[in-house]
């Protein structure tokens, strides 16, 4: 069964950078998938922050891009967040999923988020 | 504002249908495919429908789901208590923004 686990600082002041890992169990992250982050304001709905393949290939959520990056580190089987000069709007609960995306010529095609972690909250608050 | 249009919420009582509806455009539903989430109160969201209809494992099939041009509808049969929770879709957008795009959400309320 696919798992995954997200871990970071549950508190982050204003202009830092906000850091999460999410460590993946019961697939090997080499093997394929894209892997992504997902995040959740309180009380609002689901934004999609960026996504990485193993080999390094990333999208990103245009309205963060210049914020945002994301690595993937296969020998611990596990990928990260870093989002910098956060504020307050970058509270929320971040997630982190396995995303069924296949792309080509062009094109891409998401069959899915199929599997989440449990999701960590982070306040960004001084 | 979000890419996709959900009705912010929705009612039935138990043991009757309801359907969710997720309104978009040639950017997105028109041209890929449909996931629908369950989250319920305070846990993760939960894929319940992919590729537009498909059923993971272990969903039941009161969950169906179905696309017609830039629309897709979630139907939820014989209701539960336990079926109350918010319900997002999911697709790709291919504008300008590409990148997954989800609706704002409906509640669910099993009355």
């Known amino acids: 069964q696919v798992q995954l686990q997200e871990s970071g600082p549950g508190l982050v002041k204003p202009s830092e950078t906000l850091s999460l890992t999410c460590a993946v169990s019961g697939y090997s992250i080499s093997s394929g998938y894209y892997w992504g982050w997902i995040r959740q304001p309180p009380g609002k709905g689901l934004e999609w922050i960026g996504s990485i393949y193993h080999s390094g290939s990333t999208y990103y959520n245009p309205s963060l891009k210049s914020r945002v990056t994301i690595s993937v580190d296969t020998s611990k089987n596990q990928f990260s967040l870093k989002l910098s000069s956060v504020t307050a709007a970058d509270t929320a609960v971040y997630y982190c999923?396995?995303?069924?995306?296949?792309?080509?010529?062009?094109?891409?095609?998401?069959?899915?988020?199929?599997?989440w972690g449990q999701g960590t909250l982070v306040t960004v608050s001084s | 504002q979000s890419v996709l249009t959900q009705p912010p919420s929705v009612s039935a009582a138990p043991g009757q249908k309801v359907t969710i509806s997720c309104s978009g455009s040639s950017s997105n539903i028109g041209n890929n495919y449909v996931s629908w989430y369950q989250q319920l109160p305070g846990t993760a969201p939960k894929l319940l429908i992919y590729e537009n209809n498909k059923r993971p494992s272990g969903i039941p099939d009161r969950f169906s789901g179905s696309k017609s041009g830039t629309s897709a509808t979630l139907g939820i049969t014989g209701l539960q208590t336990g079926d109350e929770a918010d319900y997002y879709c999911?697709?790709?957008?291919?504008?300008?923004?590409?990148?997954?795009?989800f609706g704002g959400g409906t509640k669910l309320t099993v009355l």
């Open positions: 999911g697709t790709w957008d291919s504008s300008l923004s590409a990148g997954p795009v």
């Open positions: 999923a396995r995303a069924d995306l296949f792309c080509s010529g062009g094109s891409c095609f998401l069959r899915a988020f199929d599997y």
